[in-house]
């Protein structure tokens, strides 16, 4: 199994159902946003249009931020994911700094400091999540792990609602995933970086 | 299903909720939870899975599940099995855990200390028991519904449709008072001619078979996101070939999937007549025989533009085959005449197509492109591409019934319907898909399989909704209650909330005798979705006492006495028909008359009690006559009119809500919903499509001719000379009154569309996925309003065109002040963007809340409404709907 996904931008409308699902899935403190969509403005007057570009952690295969940890807290999972060990994370941020597509947050305080409500009483649904986001640690997207243990696919993959994020397992050749990425014309982001993202773009110029 | 007609028919959207069912709440699901992999485990337990459907949106269609873990529900998700969004969920009901854990909720039932109310005045809430808050309603409630119902006045808005309680929709029917105050109703001119040619509120674009959309000022399903089908059908359909046209000043999402033509903001009714100019005289080409049998353009007309009838009262038509005049539906009618001129009992006349067609004959594209600003070759392009691919004349076969097929079509929403003509140009383009036949038949409009409507008469579709029937243009006075609507005899819903307001405060000249001396706001926010907030206040002040169920703390707090703490959606029982969608597929339109039925989630958060559940206790104390009419009116907004064996038994609201899942369920018991949250029972392909139902079934016709309009508006007129009256305030100005009763739309120059060198601007406001309208306590939810702020071009800036600013001096990050014509102004930061109109200035959302007890997130941005008016002499006169555009001028301050 090697976890991947095809993103086609072309049926995204920069909703953010998927930001805001990832952010209510993993209870994210604010300015983190492990999943978020890049809305840009293109062309001149009467000519101008917006893109819509949907990121997430690409979970590269030749992965910057794990060449870049000095302590083996960033790691390759066995599913092909790019994951943290956040006992081992001493929160240097070498990771965020070589990863070139942005993808990595930093806890700069305690969750109350972080609150969504500041000034009152945290509320019940963030204070379940405080022991998820520690203080000093660099945290990203897992790809839901919790849910992939159940077969369901990534939050954002599954509340899409135009079905524009496909997940499946690259390494099977018959996978819905590697159908599209052949069918459509996909690329990664960046991939003259040589970073093998498992995260593949189609509609992307 | 055991009664399918009344399922569909009769049934009324809502939701219903009660307190204490929280015990209630199952469906233990086979999934467990897991702890996240390599951080710490937020929970230790694995929690129960439930089903529930989403209440953050007007349209409730979406299936979700819940996942609770010691009381807190972690998460929300959509439910995989429900057809109608298949597991998907929008951003608004993403973040609707947001809401519910929002500490700037109401936690408890408050009560006023200050007696002075203000917007600058603090109400000095205190914490008081469900008793004495309960009971200083009850007090104040039963002595004023004894003395006259219509003291009592209700006012209710679109949050109370995204927390839909059918129950608390019938509380004025209850009560007995006509004083049922829609708050969303200033800009709800788009349901009139939605309402005229399909029954219900919305025009739905058939987009699993359509070819090509003209798109003017609204939204298909993706720019502002639906996850009930809307979306996903149309990124569908734009994979398979859909050609999308977005008529509009603001470059939309969707414009980035098609073509955008920028338009000046206001003037899409001179677009829409260049399209039916090009489609009469350069194409001559439209769908003949659609005109002849479906609708009224040979109906012939006098030179007062009223049918000519036969002694029967039935409308001619002048068949050339005999060269003669016939009724209507005489069936030996063999080739209605379509155009010319006759003479019928000495009587010269013409036909209504005729008509129509002399009404645009000047109205050519380059007409058009002096206003609209988009050039003529693109209006003629547009028309004639829009009518090659009607392919006028095929057909389809849908389930074994053979209908025409229609590719292509216009649709206009509220960025259109709302400005200046909208109503008009709503219905224009209405006719052009009439005489394209795409009304009603597969890749056209469709209306909704739920809709209400009669064919009467003359033969016409009429929706049963609203008055078309000029026998009932009644004034009466002097008038008894608030609801305005003898003055707009064509408002679309129950009252005319701006001259209600206005008359609250000066009923003598609204020649009203009463006075409302207790009120109740439901899911309202009147004071932020109208224009002017401190006419609001003194209207308020008038009422002796004020009470509310709240989610928030919001402006129209500002002036309750008592403030009701409301339960929010996975804290309750709530019920509701799979209803209408944006745009769908024959899919989704089959779903329709499905029920979404949801026992709570949660426990109550806070100190809050379901609304239904206070009025219940109501009715119950105020005897047996009002518990029977809230046992009756409960029945038949659950669409079961005869479910309780005993009318005046005192069922508690949590009995009602079992009797009524046990009634829809189709096993017969409330455990099939509280198991799976739903039930469709889908109708056939062919039903899916209005052509089957209103002409092959009932042989209704379609307007392409106001006629009813013209009739009302000469009764209306004749009702006001009768009683030596006019509309208030337009004394001066009554030929403008008038002169919207007409059969076909003409064009207006008015104080929008005509030129004004001060206030050069245009102002334009539009939706977006994270916000919508607001609805649900979006504005008050972090997670949208940090997207929006942070991630989208569309933030809280007021945005204007590089070429506009760069001549005006201005730049983006100044600070400026917006003046409209009206006088209102607000300031705001300015952002250039290419994706408007260079006469327009654009405000995404509105904000600007005045309430000092709200969420702090709720007062950022600027209140676009504050631009806007409802002064006499400068509102849509027929429906009492104000002009959601204004000319502005802006200025910089810093």
């Keep these: ?205 | 299903m055991a009664d399918k007609q009344m399922s569909r028919r009769g049934f009324v959207k809502g939701g219903l909720a009660t307190i204490g069912a929280a015990a209630l709440a199952g469906g233990i699901s086979t999934h467990t939870f897991v702890p996240h992999a390599n951080a710490g485990t937020p929970v230790d337990s694995a929690g129960v899975w439930k089903k529930n459907h989403c209440s953050c949106c007007s349209y409730q269609n979406c299936g979700t599940e819940v996942h609770v873990v010691d009381g807190v529900a972690v998460e929300v998700r959509g439910n995989a099995d429900h057809p109608v969004n298949k597991g998907t969920l929008c951003p608004r009901s993403s973040a609707q855990l947001a809401t519910l854990y929002n500490p700037y909720r109401v936690k408890a039932p408050l009560k006023r200390t200050n007696p002075k109310k203000g917007f600058d005045e603090d109400p000095g809430w205190v914490e008081v028991s469900w008793d004495e808050a309960l009971d200083e309603v009850y007090e104040h409630l039963s002595a004023t519904l004894e003395e006259n119902p219509n003291a009592f006045a209700m006012q209710y808005g679109f949050s109370g449709g995204s927390l839909e309680r059918n129950l608390i929709k019938a509380t004025t029917m209850i009560n007995e008072s006509s004083n049922f105050l829609f708050s969303c109703g200033p800009l709800c001119e788009i349901h009139y001619s939605a309402f005229r040619f399909g029954g219900n509120h919305l025009d739905k674009p058939d987009l699993e078979h359509c070819r090509y959309i003209v798109d003017f000022g609204r939204s298909v399903g993706g720019s502002v996101m639906f996850a009930s089908g809307p979306a996903r059908v149309l990124a569908e359909a734009l994979d398979d070939g859909l050609e999308l046209i977005v008529v509009n000043p603001h470059q939309t999402p969707e414009a980035s999937k098609g073509e955008w033509v920028p338009i000046r903001p206001s003037t899409d009714m001179a677009m829409l007549m260049a399209m039916l100019n090009v489609i009469f005289f350069d194409l001559d080409d439209y769908d003949k025989e659609c005109c002849k049998f479906r609708t009224n353009a040979p109906y012939l007309i006098d030179s007062d533009g009223l049918y000519v009838r036969n002694p029967d009262r039935k409308p001619y038509v002048w068949d050339l085959a005999d060269g003669v005049a016939k009724p209507y539906d005489d069936e030996s009618v063999i080739d209605p005449a379509l155009e010319g001129d006759f003479e019928v009992d000495g009587v010269p006349v013409t036909t209504c197509l005729a008509a129509l067609k002399a009404s645009v004959r000047e109205t050519t594209p380059e007409w058009a492109e002096a206003k609209t600003t988009v050039p003529a070759s693109t209006i003629r392009r547009i028309a004639t591409d829009l009518v090659s691919h009607a392919q006028i004349g095929s057909t389809i076969d849908i389930d074994g019934v053979t209908m025409p097929y229609r590719p292509a079509i216009v649709l206009t929403g509220r960025g259109t319907t709302n400005s200046s003509q909208g109503r008009r140009a709503f219905w224009l383009a209405n006719v052009i898909n009439t005489l394209l036949g795409s009304t009603g038949c597969p890749g056209g409009i469709q209306a909704s399989t739920a809709k209400e409507y009669i064919v009467d008469g003359d033969g016409m579709f009429e929706p049963t909704g609203m008055v078309t029937d000029p026998a009932n243009v009644n004034i009466n006075l002097p008038l008894t209650d608030f609801s305005m609507t003898s003055y707009f005899p064509l408002a679309v819903f129950p009252s005319v909330y701006s001259a209600a307001t206005k008359a609250m405060i000066d009923p003598e000249a609204y020649r009203v005798d009463g006075k409302i001396k207790c009120m109740y706001f439901y899911g309202t926010n009147g004071i932020q979705a109208d224009a002017d907030p401190e006419e609001h206040a003194d209207a308020y002040r008038t009422v002796d006492f004020i009470f509310m169920h709240a989610l928030t703390l919001d402006e129209q707090s500002v002036f309750a006495d008592i403030v009701l703490a409301d339960s929010c959606h996975l804290e309750r029982i709530h019920f509701r028909e799979i209803g209408d969608m944006l745009a769908g597929d024959q899919e989704s339109f089959s779903l329709v008359g499905g029920i979404n039925f949801s026992y709570p989630a949660v426990d109550p958060v806070y100190n809050a009690r379901q609304s239904e559940d206070a009025w219940v206790e109501f009715y119950h104390r105020m005897g047996p006559k009002k518990t029977a009419l809230c046992n009756t009116f409960f029945s038949i907004l659950a669409g079961r009119p005869k479910m309780l064996e005993n009318p005046t038994e005192e069922y508690s609201f949590q009995e009602l809500c079992d009797i009524a899942a046990d009634a829809l369920s189709p096993t017969g018991s409330k455990q099939y919903f509280i198991d799976n949250g739903f039930y469709v029972d889908p109708l056939p392909g062919y039903a899916c499509y209005d052509y089957y139902e209103t002409y092959l079934e009932n042989g209704a016709r379609h307007h392409i001719y106001d006629h009813p309009k013209l009739a009302i508006g000469k009764k209306y007129r004749s009702e006001l000379e009768r009683n030596g009256i006019t509309l208030p305030g337009w004394e001066n100005n009554m030929d403008r009154v008038y002169g919207e009763y007409i059969a076909i739309p003409k064009w207006i120059d008015d104080f929008i569309n005509t030129e004004n060198e001060e206030f050069d601007l245009l102002a334009c406001n539009w939706k977006v996925s994270c916000r919508n309208l607001g609805e649900a306590m979006a504005d008050s939810n972090p997670w949208p309003r940090e997207i929006i702020e942070d991630w989208s071009i569309d933030d809280f800036a007021i945005q204007l065109n590089p070429a506009t600013a760069e001549a005006k001096g201005l730049k983006t990050g100044d600070k400026i002040r917006v003046t409209s014509q009206h006088g209102g102004s607000v300031e705001g930061v300015l952002k250039t963007t290419n994706l408007l109109h260079p006469d327009a200035i654009g405000f995404p959302h509105s904000g600007g809340g005045k309430s000092m007890h709200a969420s702090p997130l709720t007062r950022k941005g600027a209140n676009y409404n504050l631009l806007l008016t409802t002064k006499p002499g400068y509102y849509i006169p027929d429906s009492g709907c104000l002009y959601n555009s204004a000319r502005c001028k802006i200025e910089k301050i810093a």
């Excluded at chain 1, 249009?49 to 690409?58: E, S, V």
């Design chain 1, 1 to 205: 199994m090697h976890c991947g996904m095809l993103i086609d931008t072309k049926r995204c409308y920069g909703c953010n159902a998927c930001t805001i699902i990832c952010k209510q899935r993993h209870g994210t403190t604010p300015k983190t946003m492990w999943c978020r969509v890049y809305e840009k403005e293109v062309g001149t007057y009467p000519n101008a249009y917006r893109t819509f570009l949907p990121a997430l952690c690409m979970h590269c295969g030749n992965a910057a931020c794990v060449r870049a940890c000095p302590t083996g807290a960033s790691h390759y999972a066995e599913d092909g994911t790019v994951q943290i060990d956040s006992e081992k994370c001493i929160g240097c941020r070498m990771c965020m700094g070589a990863c070139p597509y942005n993808a990595r947050f930093f806890n700069l305080g305690s969750a109350e400091d972080n609150a969504y409500f500041p000034g009152q009483e945290t509320p019940d649904f963030w204070r379940l999540h405080d022991e998820d986001h520690i203080v000093g640690v660099v945290e990203k997207c897992k790809l839901c792990p919790d849910r992939r243990a159940e077969n369901l696919e990534p939050a954002c993959v599954q509340a899409c609602p135009t079905h524009a994020r496909i997940f499946g397992d690259l390494d099977d050749a018959e996978s819905e995933i590697n159908r599209e990425i052949t069918r459509l014309d996909t690329k990664p982001l960046l991939e003259e970086y040589g970073t093998r993202p498992c995260v593949y773009y189609a509609g992307v110029n």
